[in-house]
């Protein structure tokens, strides 16, 4: 295609961008990172359950990718705008003892396992790598002596760019890491909650080109839209800013929809966040820049350039999305350490316990430190099927359904099929014989056509606590 072909193209997916459409199905949404979403986790499923289904993963002559997630429960200063469930902490104690009993989990964990390889590690979130190197060194050794890591591991980790220097990025090249994410404050921080907005500008830009200079392969931004005070205006120098540095990729949030945001409206009046009209208005504007730069809209708030490996592993049908986010590594167990995470393993999702006390006296009576989960059953798996073909696809064949769930797609959802027509109508839909398929312009409310599948939503007892589409 040539390039004044590729910029038509471009310039018409971005006109499908359409605020009637946003603002009619921008109704609460989960982003569906799992299904069931977390709020139907339960505690009968624990320690014990979680370790039987570690067990269980090369039952079957196979065994899934597994993936390795790392949490951070601290921050370096206080981020306002945040509202993550973290503290604040500079005390290199404190982190010293926490990796030390990430240690531990790992230890534990590995020794259900019969295969050690993992094809990814992820840390996150907003890392201080630079207030324990030492420390972080350590666990990185102890994470390869138990988990066999290959070339083709692919090394991630989140950091705050406030926290971020020279020897920092040393330490990243050293360890081998080739994703680095620029954590919420790389741009987007409104004066009014965040006074070192520009300190933090000037940080980001520092630390994406020293990223590059490095060696570490893709660099992704964080961009806030929604933020008290915020104008377009404003969030347009943000996004142009974010353009001009060129990440592989672009997260783009809705900041008043946080799920937290109440522990940080200490700071905020609720007359400060714009209004719906200019949310929207802020969204449309990033997604119609950042497709006529040439980036792709790989799903609900990602965009990437089209020769990242998420725009690849699209194309191929191999995209897949779980607590990370999107992901290559389509039906990959993952494995969480650290407070409050989360695992997936086989047909089972769980969580760590969500407070530190808790976390480490379970470590300490050698017990992992698992407090609720949840275990699928056949129709969570077939929704959830359902939901991951949209979500990273914008379709699925039904025979692929009959195939993998022996189930008739149109018989077993005949009721979500028929109220999928309010989004046939809109031309946000369509559906024949064999597929089901999202358009274009469904595209950017993916989230709303994926909770007519939601069967706990369906029944009205979904958690009202959950993030909108936009």
């Not at 660099?219 to 933020?227: C, H, K, N, Q, S």
């Amino acid at each position: 295609m040539c390039r004044s072909m590729e910029s038509r193209h471009r310039d018409k997916v971005a006109a499908r961008i359409d605020l009637a459409i946003l603002k009619k199905f921008g109704t609460a949404a989960p982003r569906y990172a799992s299904y069931p979403t977390a709020d139907r986790f339960v505690e009968a499923f624990g320690a014990e359950e979680h370790a039987s289904w570690l067990n269980k993963r090369s039952i079957g002559g196979f065994g899934r990718a597994l993936g390795l997630y790392i949490h951070a429960p601290y921050y370096d200063a206080s981020c306002a705008f945040c509202g993550q469930r973290k503290s604040v902490t500079t005390d290199r104690a404190a982190w010293s003892r926490y990796l030390k009993y990430v240690g531990k989990e790992a230890h534990l964990k590995s020794g259900f396992l019969n295969d050690h390889s993992v094809v990814a590690i992820h840390w996150g979130r907003n890392i201080p790598i630079s207030l324990a190197n030492a420390e972080f060194r350590d666990l990185e050794a102890m994470l390869a002596q138990r988990f066999t890591q290959s070339e083709t591991t692919v090394r991630c980790i989140e950091v705050d760019p406030g926290n971020v220097d020279d020897d920092s990025i040393s330490t990243l090249c050293d360890l081998a890491f080739d994703r680095i994410l620029l954590g919420s404050r790389s741009y987007g921080a409104s004066a009014q909650i965040e006074p070192h907005h520009e300190q933090i500008s000037n940080a980001t830009e520092s630390i994406a080109r020293a990223v590059r200079q490095s060696g570490i392969g893709s660099v992704t931004f964080e961009l806030a839209y929604g933020l008290p005070e915020q104008t377009l205006k404003s969030f347009e120098r943000d996004l142009q800013k974010t353009i001009e540095l060129s990440p592989e990729r672009v997260i783009v949030y809705d900041f008043s929809r946080l799920r937290y945001l109440s522990r940080a409206r200490g700071k905020i009046k609720p007359d400060q966040l714009p209004d719906t009209d200019s949310r929207l208005q802020q969204y449309r504007l990033a997604a119609t820049r950042l497709i006529q730069s040439g980036y792709i809209y790989i799903g609900m708030d990602c965009f990437t350039k089209p020769d990242d490996e998420l725009a690849v592993a699209q194309r191929q049908g191999r995209l897949h999305r779980n607590f990370q986010g999107y992901l290559t590594h389509a039906d990959c167990d993952l494995l969480g350490l650290g407070v409050s995470s989360f695992s997936m393993v086989g047909p089972s999702y769980s969580q760590n316990a969500r407070a530190l006390d808790d976390y480490y006296e379970r470590l300490d009576n050698g017990l992992l430190p698992v407090v609720r989960g949840v275990e699928l059953t056949p129709d969570d798996l077939a929704r959830r099927t359902v939901m991951q073909a949209l979500m990273c696809h914008f379709e699925i064949a039904f025979e692929s359904m009959e195939i993998a769930h022996m189930v008739d797609f149109k018989a077993y959802f005949a009721d979500e099929v028929e109220d999928l027509k309010i989004f046939v109508d809109a031309g946000l839909v369509q559906i024949d014989d064999s597929w089901l398929c999202v358009t274009d312009r469904g595209r950017f409310v993916v989230a709303a056509i994926c909770m007519v599948f939601d069967r706990y939503s369906r029944e009205g007892r979904h958690s009202a606590s959950c993030s909108k589409v936009l």
